[in-house]
């Protein structure tokens, strides 16, 4: 089949759609893209305090960006996340999220944020064609908040959540990551202010993603807090999914559904349909392994998407059935920090 189609250029021309498949079979639809390793919060699940960041040289230009995400569109990629480190910390982000938003084929963009911006930026993201958000909350004490993210305010994030509901945002998710001793003393009350709010909430277990110590202490299942929520919650399992690794329960009561993603209690790996693009250029065809392919050269070469499409279709030849992170809470094999992988 072929349909017309617009290049990151403008220019009008006919493309087929093929489909993307790996060598498991699966098909590879909905890609990752991460815009910049920088970001506004310090969390530290996701980065050392003392982070250094990637000289600008070797990040992505916008250009790049749109130029990768057109040949994922041609290969029949049809959703597409951006995410960070904080995306909306990117200098001319909405650039780029304007003509995203505009690109035929591309069905589903959204959008993964800290919220620190969204009071600026809601509304442009909505008009801009941004279909849902994402926003990381991991308590709703301000004190606590400032030691998970170090720099962050919790009115800000407060602020964004609510201009994303104004801007006319639905079904946006709150992202909890669980960590014992930490912010498990949070979860009913997040839960609860998810519901107040009209808002959904997936509490996601910690990865060992980056040399960060004392994982094993903090690790709490998802089948301990969901078993925790239920004594306060009536919950329902859902069997609608969204094709990602969460598992969706339903607020008796309410719209709100509360998921759990269980990287280690539950390995994911087998309905897999994505592959993440760093701010580098590196395509990631699995978050828990190192196996990449660098599409930067490619992309800073006179070679035209031909050869950038090949390098795409070829990556899934490197594409694992799966990963184990349960063997790697104190020595992760993936020592890349979560902000340099994107999201």
Not at 220 to 249: H, K, M, N, Q, V
């Amino acid at each position: 089949m072929h349909h017309l189609s617009r290049d990151a250029s403008g220019e009008t021309h006919r493309r087929a759609i093929a489909a993307l498949v790996d060598k498991h079979g699966r098909r590879i639809n909905y890609v990752r893209l991460s815009i910049t390793d920088r970001c506004d919060f310090r969390c530290n699940y996701c980065m050392a305090e003392e982070m250094i960041f990637l000289p600008r040289h070797e990040v992505m230009s916008l250009d790049e960006c749109l130029r990768v995400a057109s040949v994922f569109v041609g290969l029949g990629v049809n959703k597409l996340r951006i995410t960070g480190g904080e995306p909306l910390v990117r200098k001319n982000a909405m650039w780029l999220i304007e003509r995203l938003g505009a690109m035929q084929g591309l069905d589903d963009l959204v959008m993964t944020t800290n919220g620190s911006q969204l009071a600026r930026y809601a509304q442009g993201l909505r008009n801009a064609g941004v279909k849902r958000l994402n926003i990381s909350l991991d308590t709703l004490k301000a004190e606590q908040f400032r030691q998970i993210t170090r720099t962050g305010s919790l009115a800000d994030v407060l602020k964004g959540i609510s201009a994303a509901g104004a801007a006319g945002f639905r079904r946006t998710k709150l992202n909890t990551v669980m960590m014992r001793g930490v912010n498990d003393d949070q979860f009913i009350d997040l839960v609860r202010f998810a519901v107040d709010n009209g808002l959904d909430i997936s509490f996601i277990e910690e990865m060992p993603l980056g040399g960060i110590a004392g994982r094993s202490r903090t690790y709490i299942s998802a089948e301990e807090t969901r078993a925790r929520i239920s004594e306060c919650f009536d919950l329902s399992l859902l069997s609608e999914t969204s094709g990602g690794p969460a598992r969706y329960w339903k607020v008796s009561g309410s719209e709100s559904r509360v998921g759990f993603i269980s990287p280690h209690s539950h390995n994911f790996c087998d309905t897999c349909n994505r592959v993440r693009i760093t701010a580098k250029g590196e395509l990631y065809p699995c978050l828990g392994q190192n196996d990449v392919v660098n599409l930067l050269p490619i992309l800073r070469s006179k070679l035209c998407n031909e050869e950038l499409r090949q390098a795409i279709v070829d990556s899934m030849g490197i594409k694992p059935f799966g990963h184990d992170f349960s063997s790697q809470m104190e020595s992760p094999s993936v020592i890349r920090f979560m902000s340099m992988t994107g999201g």
